[in-house]
Nanobody, 123 residues
Framework: QVQLVESGGGLVQAGGSLRLSCAVS????????MGWFRQAPGKERDFVAA????????YHADSVKGRFTISRDNAKNTVYLQMNSLKPEATAVYYC????????????????WGQGTQVTVSS
């Protein structure tokens, strides 16, 4: 079993920054590709970013490209999402997820999920 715990969410003004963290325990961290997803009230869960096991490949959704950056520290079993130039439409619950094997954009392919952290961007 893999446990994921997100942190770093909060309230920020438009144009501000936040860094989300996701601490992973229970299995070998480097066996898993990691992803960040978000879900706003009444909407589907959307892909934000993903990173491969070896850190060699990262994907970012077009809507966040150039402003958000996913990274991972395999020594700390942690994945991060640096979010800059935040916009009100980024308001959502952000979820960290893990999957065995290769990197993926579809949330249905992820096996393990954290409980989520709320990000609220005020205008």
């Amino acid at each position: 079993q893999v446990q994921l715990v997100e942190s770093g969410g909060g309230l920020v003004q438009a144009g501000g920054s936040l860094r989300l963290s996701c601490a992973v325990s229970g299995r070998t961290f480097t066996n898993y590709a990691m992803g960040w997803f978000r879900q706003a009230p009444g909407k589907e869960r959307d892909f934000v970013a993903a990173i491969s096991l070896s850190v060699s490949t990262a994907y970012h959704a077009d809507s966040v490209k150039g402003r958000f950056t996913i990274s991972r520290d395999n020594a700390k079993n942690t994945v991060y999402l640096q979010m800059n130039s935040l916009k009100p439409e980024a308001t959502a619950v952000y979820y960290c997820a893990a999957k065995g094997g290769g990197i993926a954009r579809m949330y249905q392919r992820y096996d393990y999920w954290g409980q989520g952290t709320q990000v609220t961007v005020s205008s």
